[in-house]
Structure formats: C-alpha cells, structure tokens
C-alpha cells in the first residue's frame, strides 16, 4: 500500500507506519467514525482490496472485461 491514501485522509509522513500490513491497519482506522466512500478500481481479485476494507461489510463489484 503506497502512504498516497493516508496521506490524502490527512496523516503526515511521520505517522504513516512502514510495511503493508502496518500501513493497511492505520488506513481502516482513519476514516473510522466518519462516512466514507472509497472506490478501489481495477483490482485483480479480493485479496487486493481485502487488507483495505473496514470492519463493517462493505460490498465490492467485479467487473469482467467486455467481449469484443
């Protein structure tokens, strides 16, 4: 996980713990107590997102590419 999203939900580069799992439990607890909407486009599969997702159920789409 890059520190971009931390970053954008107003963490300074201090704070932003280092290594994915780290970085992945700091980003679920930012928007914590607040509404948040966060698209996470193009993934690969759901272990992608999944680090990502907060504790409440959240849905996530698949998108499969178009036939030509």
Same mark, same amino acid.
């Given at each position: 996980?890059?520190?971009?999203?931390?970053?954008?939900?107003?963490?300074?580069?201090?704070?932003?713990?280092?290594?994915?799992?780290?970085?992945?439990?700091?980003?679920?607890?930012?928007?914590?107590?607040?509404?948040?909407?966060?698209? !996470?486009?193009?993934?690969?599969?759901?272990?992608?997102?999944?680090?990502? !997702?907060?504790?409440?159920?959240?849905?996530?789409?698949?998108?499969?590419?178009?036939?030509?």
């Amino acid at each position: 996980m890059p520190e971009t999203f931390p970053r954008l939900l107003g963490t300074s580069g201090d704070r932003i713990p280092c290594g994915v799992p780290a970085r992945a439990a700091s980003y679920r607890e930012l928007p914590s107590g607040t509404s948040a909407l966060v698209a !996470l486009d193009d993934a690969a599969d759901a272990e992608q997102v999944r680090p990502l !997702l907060p504790p409440e159920t959240v849905p996530v789409g698949h998108r499969s590419p178009a036939a030509a």
